[in-house]
């Protein structure tokens, strides 16, 4: 598919879509809760689908009820020798150790990037934890036989949050005694207040030792019926918010100010920057100021799924803006930090690449040519939200990458009125 973008100027309000984040994770606690729970605005995007085939291969009935998704299980009980992840990174280690939980030996496999990104971490931990486990040379796919044993181990947080999360989920359902999992180097800690917030919701008692360990207290009570709505999704908002600061006068809906979503941290820049900017319980107010925006510093370590928006903010702010973390780069659907330089270089915007640090050289304006997402749903967002600010229209191949995250997108902007042509 390709999207032509042409240079527009924006007004409206939109509704931010589902959190996939917050959709994932309700996916697995529903699975480990045996009983009933109704999920409340669930996420459409092929992340979010990929859970839910995931839940029903692993044993949950699954039925769609007007703007509600409900989830009977009577926990891990696996249908199928075989359970895909598709493209999605949170699911393949978050439902890894959960798969584990099982006695049955099961081959976990993935498509796209996801074929090439290191998986070692499990080959290290699981074994110790009772599971047998075969990869390819740390790779996908893999081929894991428990039952998951809960016991006190220490594990590496460097390389992503989500493999913890995936510790938590399955220590969570299953630990008899108090057990404690200690981390060394731990990145996105926001990541894992959100895990720990849909276990909490889902009844779950862990004690978060500071970040540096995580105690999990054992879970008896059998609860009714849960309810759990699924918020709006910060990583896709930032980008609309993005475009209402370089090309627009916008209002985005539907965003909990007091979510615990890594990427709210977009509310940062966006002050930094100097766009106008109001934040209210209900709404976000964003449009470009008369003054123009500046360059600005951010770290982005915690929050690299950021960097593609950021570096479509940066691109019109005068001067020189300094972004940290490019390290959390390299294992994403692509190796974004190298991606942005080339793809956004096309539109002539210089980014230099420094040890960790990325330093993006704006305010001389965008030109109007064709890019390739690389496959990756937010450098298609992010050359797309540059586009409307460019001097011609911006052709996006293989332009389709957004369904991974945020299939509404080119609707969502093209409502707000950019002018958007799909072919």
């Not at 075989?82 to 393949?92: D, H, R």
């Not at 390290?327 to 956004?344: C, M, N, P, V, Y």
Request: with cysteine.
């Amino acid at each position: 598919m390709i999207a032509t973008i042409q240079p527009s100027q924006l007004k409206g309000t939109i509704t931010a879509a589902a959190s996939k984040s917050s959709m994932q994770r309700a996916c697995a606690a529903a699975l480990l809760h045996v009983g009933e729970t109704i999920i409340h605005n669930p996420g459409t995007s092929n992340d979010d689908k990929a859970a839910v085939k995931m839940i029903q291969d692993l044993g949950a009935n699954v039925e769609y009820k007007d703007d509600t998704l409900i989830v009977t299980s009577k926990g891990i009980q696996p249908l199928e020798a075989t359970v895909f992840c598709g493209e999605s990174g949170l699911g393949i280690r978050m439902f890894t150790p959960i798969t584990s939980l099982s006695q049955k030996e099961i081959t976990i496999n993935g498509a796209g990037s996801l074929l090439i990104r290191p998986m070692d971490f499990f080959d290290e931990v699981l074994p110790q934890l009772g599971v047998k486990i075969t990869s390819n040379n740390g790779k996908l796919p893999l081929k894991v036989q428990g039952p998951l044993q809960p016991q006190n181990i220490t594990v590496d947080g460097s390389l992503s949050s989500q493999f913890l999360t995936g510790l938590l989920f399955a220590f969570a359902a299953s630990a008899e005694e108090e057990v404690t999992i200690t981390v060394t180097n731990l990145k996105s800690k926001p990541y894992i207040d959100l895990s720990l917030k849909v276990l909490q919701d889902f009844g779950y008692r862990i004690i978060n030792n500071n970040y540096e360990s995580f105690t999990i207290v054992p879970f008896y009570d059998e609860l009714p019926t849960i309810h759990y709505t699924v918020e709006g999704d910060w990583s896709g908002a930032a980008f609309l918010l993005v475009a209402g600061a370089v090309a627009g006068d916008i209002t985005v809906k539907g965003l909990d100010i007091n979510s615990t979503q890594a990427d709210k941290k977009i509310l940062e820049a966006l002050q930094d920057c100097g766009c106008r900017l109001s934040i209210s319980d209900n709404a976000i107010e964003v449009s470009y100021p008369p003054s123009g925006v500046r360059g600005f510093h951010f770290n982005a370590t915690d929050c690299p799924d950021l960097f593609p928006p950021l570096v479509a903010l940066a691109a019109f702010c005068e001067g020189k803006t300094v972004i940290e973390g490019v390290s959390r780069l390299a294992h994403k659907e692509s190796d974004r930090g190298i991606t942005l330089q080339d793809e956004f270089g096309k539109m002539g915007i210089k980014i230099d690449l420094q040890d960790d640090i990325m330093i993006v050289h704006g305010g001389g304006g965008l030109k109007g040519t064709k890019v390739h997402s690389r496959h990756d749903h937010r450098i298609a967002m992010a050359c797309a939200v540059a586009a409307l600010k460019a001097d011609g229209e911006v052709v996006i191949e293989e332009a389709e990458a957004i369904n991974k995250s945020y299939p509404d997108f080119y609707k969502h902007i093209e409502k707000l009125g950019a002018g958007v042509t799909i072919s």
